[in-house]
């Protein structure tokens, strides 16, 4: 039996979570040789039910583990204390084999791929991070709504409650919007490409910036635009390079990250804003403002729809960031007649977006913890930020600014792959169970630089770092310093 007697105390610093209270009690049944070697484990839904925690809890724990070589895993056999003889990574079954490092697997399989146990390159937060108490309280209040109320398609703007508090939230932030100018999808994802599908067509050109999200690229390709890159620096985008580019290559659109860019994690200044604004003015450019990651921002960032008055702006957020990444819901906020055409896109390819995940996210942000849930969540990265920071000038990384919020790290590389760039390194971390971005997903041309993007949340692995110096990632003098692309 494992002595595991959790302490739920929520206040600020009470108390580890409850996956780092879990992973220490097996550890000490370990190292006390209640656990010995070969020894099973309770499956994750019986341990969850003995000691009355989520099934998220146990499995985050046992995953955390399982990457430190302490259990293994195994189809068909559930988690066992490793022996002494298995493998310091993961232990693996007998066929598995690395996945390819490709597009179309960071697309798709990977959403499915469990067998990677530290995940640096992921682009959302553990699963003991997010808000599970308002997403339980939200599924019981779902459980009281009379079946009847959302047994049929809803809205085809999606759920009228949700729409008035983002227009309600938004407001208060400086854009003055209606719920009628505000559309709701399955996630951000998907109303880049309502947006993409409404105003653009193949052989468009389209400005983006240098680095980019990596999905809004594939999309991009898909749908048979020409993109062009502009670079991103710390304070936006390179607005001289910005007119460069449009008085060569005639964009009908400029596609932009505001708060916490993906990947870079920079935010765009006051004054970087004005001069984006005024180029479009000026050119007729479309602008598409993908603004998923404010709320994990520390400071105050421009919106550039609340400054133009959602005119030429399309601005697009939502709550995988912050409530769960199951839970697919976005919106696009946009002026009355771009907002009517988004919507009929968006019937045309795909009906209405599911009313019940709507609900359920409504409930979230509508009840006391939410706000102190995204402070928490705040202070949480904010730490594992200066961790890995510290880490990184250990280990000679090259970070791109400081932004000490939200998900990502932007560091250039040490040793022999800066020169060779990140691609054969992320290949080579696939064979130790170690998932890393290098820089050519967020590239237009897919060039491999020496670039990689860490998400601070799954960086601070010791056998990530362990692997960097094993890997020749590590120069002979480490020195840390910021940079600009």
Not at 356 to 381: F, K, N, P, S, W
Request: net charge positive; charged share 20%.
């Amino acid at each position: 039996m494992i002595d595991f007697q959790p302490n739920r105390a929520r206040g600020r610093g009470l108390a580890p979570t409850l996956v780092e209270q879990l992973v220490a009690a097996i550890l000490r049944a370990i190292e006390e040789q209640t656990l010995r070697p070969g020894m099973s484990l309770p499956s994750v839904r019986e341990f969850a039910r003995l000691y009355e925690v989520s099934t998220f809890t146990v499995a985050s724990a046992y995953s955390r583990l399982v990457s430190q070589g302490w259990l293994a895993a195994r189809p068909g056999a559930g988690y066992r204390v490793a022996t002494p003889d298995a493998p310091a990574r993961p232990s693996q079954p007998p066929s598995w084999e690395p996945p390819r490092l490709n597009a179309g697997w960071l697309l798709s399989d990977i959403f499915a791929d469990h067998s990677i146990p530290i995940k640096s390159g992921c682009g959302w937060l553990p699963g003991e991070w997010l808000n599970e108490e308002g997403l339980h309280m939200a599924l019981r209040h779902m459980g009281r709504v009379p079946a009847m109320r959302i047994a049929n398609y809803g809205h085809p703007y999606g759920y009228a409650p949700l729409r008035e508090s983002i227009a309600a939230s938004l407001s208060a932030q400086g854009m003055e919007v209606e719920a009628s100018q505000v559309l709701l999808t399955q996630g951000v994802t998907h109303g880049l490409d309502m947006v993409i599908r409404t105003l653009l067509r193949p052989g468009d050109t389209v400005v983006v910036e240098q680095p980019a999200y990596a999905n809004l690229l594939q999309m991009l390709r898909l749908a048979g635009l020409r993109a062009v890159a502009v670079p991103r620096t710390l304070e936006g985008l390179d607005c001289d390079a910005l007119e460069a580019a449009v008085a060569r290559h005639r964009p009908r659109a400029l596609f932009v990250n505001t708060a916490l860019q993906n990947p870079s994690g920079a935010s765009i200044s006051m004054a970087n804003a004005f001069r984006i604004l005024q180029a479009a003015e000026k050119h007729g450019l479309w602008v598409v403002e993908d603004d998923i990651s404010r709320e994990l921002a520390p400071g105050v960032t421009p919106m550039l729809a609340a400054l133009d008055g959602a005119r030429r702006v399309v601005y697009l957020g939502g709550y995988s960031k912050v409530i769960s990444p199951s839970v697919r819901v976005g919106y696009v906020v946009a002026h009355r007649d771009l907002a009517r055409d988004i919507a009929r896109t968006k019937m045309a390819v795909g009906l209405t977006s599911p009313e019940i995940m709507e609900r359920i996210v409504h409930q979230v942000i509508r009840e006391g913890r939410y706000r102190a849930h995204i402070a928490r969540t705040r202070e949480r990265l904010a730490a594992a930020h200066a961790t890995v920071a510290e880490q990184m000038a250990q280990h000679g990384f090259e970070i791109y600014g400081r932004p000490q919020g939200g998900l990502f790290l932007w560091a250039k590389v040490a040793g022999q792959w800066r020169e060779r760039g990140a691609n054969g390194l992320a290949e080579l971390a696939l064979k130790d169970g170690i998932w890393l971005a290098p820089g050519s997903y967020f590239e237009a041309d897919e060039a491999n630089t020496p670039w990689v993007r860490f998400n601070v949340a799954y960086s601070e692995a010791p056998a990530l770092w362990r692997f960097m110096r094993n890997a020749g990632a590590t120069p002979v003098a480490p020195a840390l310093t910021d940079a600009r692309t």
